[in-house]
T-cell receptor, first 112, second 116 residues
Framework: GDSVTQMEGPVTLSEEAFLTINCTYTATGYPSLFWYVQYPGEGLQLLLKATKADDKGSNKGFEATYRKETTSFHLEKGSVQVSDSAVYFCALRNNAGNMLTFGGGTRLMVKP | EPEVTQTPSHQVTQMGQEVILRCVPISNHLYFYWYRQILGQKVEFLVSFYNNEISEKSEIFDDQFSVERPDGSNFTLKIRSTKLEDSAMYFC??????????????FGPGTRLLVL
């Protein structure tokens, strides 16, 4: 079946540091890929998505590129802020169904 | 901006009791979903619902679970006889459709269920 693997956290960075959160997936066909973010006490919010190979999703300074050859969708940001502290979830939707398959989540803590 | 809402935010119940978790999806969305996250574990899919019937469900969604759209706005998840292992955060989500441009699922803030 489909699966998503994320790097385990927590990831602790200083403000303005470069962020990478690794995500790899296993799926049949051509899934859509997503990053969701969960701020403390809130629900899951879509951060960005990509629907086909070599697509780059971007939002709020975050980027991720759909790499079919390495089955990866790593999240990057050039300069993190304290307000980026949250849990980040990588997910996929296999177009054979409607469900999202999530990774385990990565907690990011950004210190001033 | 339209959002998915869920009530209650927290629910405590005794083992064996029935609970109903409520959700109001985004108004023009046609697909509705329930997911759960047991503390420290992954977010897991439970069920999707379209046109007043279940379109997909996971192995977790057994006979003790049911979903309903009782009116034009609410979408509910009922757990008939709760077990300790049902303690989790339950998320409702909705999407416009399932085609590429409509597939994004928008999540509510969750209901934290604690079964004692």
């Amino acid at each position: 079946g489909d699966s998503v693997t994320q790097m385990e956290g927590p990831v602790t960075l200083s403000e303005e540091a470069f962020l990478t959160i690794n995500c790899t997936y296993t799926a049949t066909g051509y899934p859509s890929l997503f990053w969701y973010v969960q701020y403390p006490g809130e629900g899951l919010q879509l951060l960005l998505k990509a629907t086909k190979a070599d697509d780059k999703g971007s939002n709020k300074g975050f980027e991720a590129t759909y790499r079919k050859e390495t089955t990866s969708f790593h999240l990057e940001k050039g300069s993190v802020q304290v307000s980026d502290s949250a849990v980040y979830f990588c997910a996929l939707r296999n177009n054979a169904g409607n469900m999202l398959t999530f990774g385990g989540g990565t907690r990011l803590m950004v210190k001033p | 901006e339209p959002e998915v809402t869920q009530t209650p935010s927290h629910q405590v119940t005794q083992m064996g009791q029935e609970v109903i978790l409520r959700c109001v999806p985004i108004s023009n969305h046609l697909y509705f979903y329930w997911y759960r996250q047991i503390l420290g574990q992954k977010v897991e899919f439970l069920v999707s619902f379209y046109n007043n019937e279940i379109s997909e469900k996971s192995e977790i969604f057994d006979d003790q679970f049911s979903v309903e759209r009782p009116d034009g706005s609410n979408f509910t998840l009922k757990i008939r006889s709760t077990k300790l292992e049902d303690s989790a955060m339950y998320f409702c989500a909705s999407s416009e459709g399932v085609a590429i441009r409509q597939e994004t699922q928008y999540f509510g803030p969750g209901t934290r269920l604690l079964v004692l």
